[in-house]
């Protein structure tokens, strides 16, 4: 099992930037995939964006594609997701995930809540 704690959320305005960390402790060797989601008041929790721990690889979802990007300290065992020009629909609490194979997200962080202001 793998252990996940995010951190940097918080409040910003309309069009700055924010940087999310996820530090995964516990059986990290095995991960295969780490990911971001997220979930709105009212919504179903959405992916955001994922990175292949092997080799970087990267997807994103298309309403963050450009704006949002994620990254990996492998030494550090922490993924990034740096976000630029948010916007309010932006708001969310943000969840980091870990998986070990292809399919289903395994482990999950708590979550931490971004707020964007118009």
């Known amino acids: 099992q793998v252990q996940l704690e995010e951190s940097g959320g918080g409040l910003v305005q309309a069009g700055g930037s924010r940087r999310l960390s996820c530090v995964a402790s516990g059986r990290t060797s095995s991960t295969y995939m780490m990911g971001w989601f997220r979930q709105a008041p009212g919504k179903e929790r959405e992916f955001v964006a994922n990175?292949?721990?092997?080799?970087?690889?990267?997807t994103y979802a298309a309403s963050v594609k450009g704006r949002f990007t994620i990254s990996r300290d492998n030494t550090k065992n922490t993924v990034f997701l740096q976000m630029n020009s948010l916007k309010p629909e932006d708001t969310a609490v943000y969840y980091c995930?870990?998986?070990?194979?292809?399919?289903?997200?395994?482990?999950w962080g708590q979550g931490t809540q971004v707020t964007v202001s118009s």
């Open positions: 990175i292949r721990w092997s080799d970087g690889d990267t």
């Open positions: 995930a870990a998986k070990r194979t292809i399919g289903q997200y395994d482990d």
